[in-house]
């Protein structure tokens, strides 16, 4: 069997496999990685008063200055989502897919008795705007609940040894010790699954209220309130959420001799260090610590600096955009500095950015390598749109290589794209890598969806060519004449005309255009003024020095000219900024306007992280000019 039909075969049954419900999940990214964290969120309740029972918002950029959102008032209305006309204890989560946000409250006003409540509440946000909510009566929805006398202080945590969220909480039947307790979510965040099951009961028998659990190198760390054998804040730690096998440190975590209550356990933005703070009820105030291994804290009271005065509450690390929309909505606070910094314009690993003004939509979308998958493992490609150039909207995934693409389901590299007016309105032509190979797929609309053509378009190498790989292509459109040609290359860089239906190539129009020893890969084409402008990127994507360089011809199909002073984009190590290259170029659209494309090593870890950084990377847009004569300035890289 050959070769071809072999790979055929294979990639015929990963898509069938994949198809089937439950077998193989399809896991894809969405919204910002760790390294875009840019601030927190802190979500708390202020006191016992029925006004004071409900959620509220404070923003930090630096984990020490807490200002208020809203004024200090209420960003949900208690009575509209409770069973009882008051929330507490607010606790939220960022969910695995990227896209959500859970956030889970304690149904209850201590004004009816610390034993008058049996219900949470489970809310549920894309946006931390707007959240829909559903009430969970533990006594209502479950049988044999008749002694039941509180339900405290929920919280959730994905377990992924059943991929599903688990909420745990604490609750107190008769005279019983109070006991924290689970059950998962269901799909949708809107109701549990299973009997509540005990997730954690201390050794000694007595009530333990007010879990929180963070995870560290693979194990989970439980802090909990004792009640009953002494008042303060324990830990216990497992390996597996469920197994009931709990290791009990010695020892309370608290740093006052003061009584304390609501614990709750953050990882400082791009750190080791880790923050517990918790209540000290009784005196009003809020006390904050710091922890490397989290066994040893030490108080920073002196450091944290809060205009207002939570009770339990909990802290999310959010993004540049996520801290610019809710300021947006709730409005900023005077002394909390935004964060100005215009790159990296996309959320998250992506890499070799191709872009695309649309005079269908009127809206620009870039295309990226979907990066962070180790050796370069990507299996989709996604699209992201904007109108202003700032603001970018994930639009999901436009093909998977796995469900898509039969002949190729592996190495989703480097795509390009072009629209085509046609009758009856427009068509988009999505040329890929897939495989080392390079395919195509079109659609009606530039999010898609698309349709593979079947078949490879370029799988062999052009006569002459023995190295390299065939892989990241640009398709350019001459403006001269309308034909529309495909570039591909690593090592080499070939072009050939494409016909009228954009799938196919003409065979005899094959021809190498290797500008000189620099070219690796990377090619984009653009015309401007007359001159046709051809980039490359030089080097490796692992090595810090990968860079661009441009030459131009006065033809399409070249030759190219290489300027002495060719090189226009490269590291600036003062600034922290490595690996520049992979770029694409974009032009305003009636403008002299343009702006180049480009992915770089993620900062600032990304020059720490070896081979790995060429498959961790950003993408970052900046301003592309030219001089009087034509030729490319210098592009000063930014953050």
Known sequence: MNTKKLMSIIGAVCSIIGSLSGVVAQEYKFGPSEKDFAAYLFTYFKGNAVADEAVCFAI?????????????????????????????????????????????????????????????????????????????????????????????????????????????????????????????????????????????????????????????????????????????????????????????????????????????????????????????????KYQFCESQDLHHFKAIDQQIDMDFHPRHGSVLPISKNELNRLVEHWGKPLDIALNKTKNPVLEGFYADPDVLYSNNTKKYYIYPTSDGFDGWGGYYFKTFSSTNLKEWKDEGVILDLKKDVLWGTHHAWAPTIIEKKVKGGYKYYFYFTAAQKIGVAVADSPTGPFKDSGKPLIDFKPNGVKGGQEIDPAVFTDPKTGKSYLYWGNGHLAVAELNKDMITIKENSIKLITPDRTFREGTYVFFRKGTYYFLWSENDTRSENYRVRYGTSTSPLGPIQVPDDNLILQKDAALGIFGTGHNSILQVPGKDEWHIIYHRFNYPNGITMGDAAGYNREVCMDKLQFGPDGKILPVVPSH
């Open 60 to 284: 930090s950029t630096d984990g020490y200055t807490f200002r208020a959102l809203n004024n200090n008032q209420p960003i949900l209305d208690s009575k509209r989502i409770s069973s009882t006309g008051g929330v507490r204890d607010p606790h939220i989560l960022r969910a695995q897919d990227g896209k959500s946000f859970y956030m889970v409250l304690t149904d209850m006003t201590s004004s009816k008795g610390w034993d008058s409540n049996r219900a949470m509440v489970l809310l549920k946000s894309t946006d931390l705007i707007h959240w829909d909510h559903h009430v969970i009566n533990i006594q209502q929805r479950y049988q044999g609940q008749k002694d039941l006398k509180r339900v405290w202080a929920p919280q959730t945590i994905f377990d992924p040894s059943v991929g599903k969220y688990m909420v745990y909480w604490s609750m107190k039947y008769g005279d019983q010790p109070d006991v924290i307790y689970y059950a998962y979510a269901n799909r949708d965040f809107t109701d549990l699954e299973g009997e509540p099951k005990v997730l954690f009961l201390p050794k000694n028998g007595q009530s333990c209220i007010d879990g929180d659990i963070i995870v560290k190198n693979g194990l989970y760390h439980l802090f909990y309130k004792t009640e009953g054998d002494g008042k303060g804040i324990k830990q216990a730690i497992t390996d597996s959420l469920t197994s009931g096998k709990w290791v009990e440190q010695p020892g309370y975590k608290q740093v006052t001799a003061d009584d304390v209550e609501g614990s709750g356990i953050f990882k400082r933005n791009q750190s080791d260090t880790y923050v517990l703070m918790y209540d000290v009820y009784k005196k009003g």
